[in-house]
């Protein structure tokens, strides 16, 4: 009869080292993977002030997402909007299908303005205009 347990004395001290690394991998991306999901889809890095820090690092981000200007007031209004005069002025609206895209291409016509519609089914687009 052959000995009882590893062949080699440090055999299971080995196993143990590998399998301990493999699941401390696993809690790492699994925190990874929470502290990412905090910061994609939670208000937590705006009322920390992350993206305005990062703006006064680097305005060229501004604009690109609009965490970026949280808290800011716009100061223009859709009644400022309605008070303009338009005529002579072109504009192109994305999505003008439906929904807000449909609902800027009526309101930029209503004020004089020439408006393309840029629609992704030339149908609906047709339909709407």
Request: glycine share 8%; hydrophobic share 40%; proline share 5%.
């Amino acid at each position: 009869m052959g000995p009882i347990g590893p062949s080699r004395p440090y055999e299971s001290i080995e196993f143990f080292c590998v399998n301990s690394m493999v699941n401390m991998a696993a809690a790492l991306v699994a925190v990874a993977a929470t502290v990412i999901g905090v910061f994609l889809y939670t208000s937590v890095p705006t009322r920390l002030g992350l993206y305005s820090r990062q703006a006064r690092r680097d305005p060229m981000l501004v604009g690109m997402t609009p965490a970026f200007h949280h808290g800011t007031k716009w100061n223009y209004t859709f009644e400022e909007l309605r008070s303009r005069d338009l005529t002579g002025r072109r504009a192109v609206v994305t999505g003008a299908s439906s929904g807000i895209g449909l609902a800027m291409s009526e309101l930029l016509a209503r004020q004089g303005a020439h408006v393309t519609m840029a629609c992704r089914s030339r149908s609906k687009c047709e339909s709407k205009a």
